[in-house]
C-alpha cells in the first residue's frame, strides 16, 4: 500500500511525522505538503504563481518529503499529477491540531487537501484532533492506521471521503466513535476590534456559536467525547455513494485499545 500524506500545519509540523511514524509501519508513506502554516486555507489553489517544490530531508527517517510553496490543496494536486510516480491507494490530511467540524470543514485546510485526492478518484480521510493544543497524537496515528487498513483490505469502500476527529482525551476517557453528519454550525465566524497602538483592527476569532447538535452531529460526538467520522460525500458533495457501516465504529474503539 502506498499512501500519500499532507496537511495544512506545514510540513515540520509534529501531527503530521505523528501520523508518518505509525503509517510507514504498515505502507509506503509520502508526504508532500506546504512548506508553512497553511490552516483555514480551505481548498484553495494557487493559479497566478509558480509552485515551487522542494526535497527536504524528513523528520523521520527515509521517508520521500516535498515541501511545497503552495496550498495543501497545491500539494495533493502537485503530489498526484507529478510528483508520486508510482500507483498512490489512499491520501490522508492531518494530523491537524484544532477541531475541523460543522460548516468549517468549508475553510479546512486540512479537509481541502483530502477533497483533491478524493476528487481524483482516490480514497481519503483528514484527520483532526479537536484541540489547537493537541496532546493525544498518538492516538489520532493509530486510528489512521486501522482505517488505512480497512481501506485496504476493501473492508470500507474505496470511494469514501472521511472528516475523522478526535477528542483530545486519552484513550481510557474517549467513549466510542460515531458515524456523524456535519453539524450546522462554526467555530470560526466571530470577528474582534482590536487596537495595536496607532490603529485598529479586525481579527477572526474561533468561539464555538450556537449550533443544530443534535446526537448524529460531529460537534455533539466530540463535545461528549466520542470519536467523530464524517462521510463527507454524502452530505457535502451528494454524489452518489456507498454509506459507511454502523459496525465500523462499534469495534473501532476496541480495536483501537488493543493497539
Ligand atoms: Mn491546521
Known sequence: MRILITNDDGIFAPGLWTLVKELKN?????????????????????????????????????????????TPADSVILALGKLVKSKVDLVVSGINQGPNLGDDVLISGTVGAALQ???RGFPAFAISVAAVDSVYLDNAARLAVLLAKKIDSNSLPTNILL????????????????????????????????????????????QKIDTDTDEKTDIWAIEQGNISITPLHTNLLNKSSPSIPDSL???????????
Open 26 to 70: 504498515i505502507a509506503q508513506v509520502v508526504v508532500v505538503a506546504p512548506d508553512r502554516e497553511q490552516s483555514a486555507t480551505g481548498t484553495a489553489v494557487t493559479l497566478r504563481q509558480p509552485l515551487r517544490v522542494q526535497r527536504v530531508r524528513p523528520l523521520v527517517a527515509e521517508i520521500e518529503t516535498y515541501s511545497v510553496e503552495g
Open 117 to 119: 485526492g478524493y476528487l
Open 163 to 206: 472528516n475523522v476527529n478526535l477528542p483530545n482525551l486519552s484513550l481510557v476517557k474517549i467513549k466510542g466513535a460515531k458515524i456523524t453528519r456535519l453539524a450546522s454550525g462554526s467555530y470560526t465566524n466571530t470577528v474582534e476590534e482590536r487596537f495595536d497602538g496607532k490603529r485598529e483592527y479586525y481579527w477572526v476569532v474561533r
Open 249 to 259: 465504529c462499534s469495534d473501532l474503539l476496541q480495536e483501537l485499545q488493543k493497539t
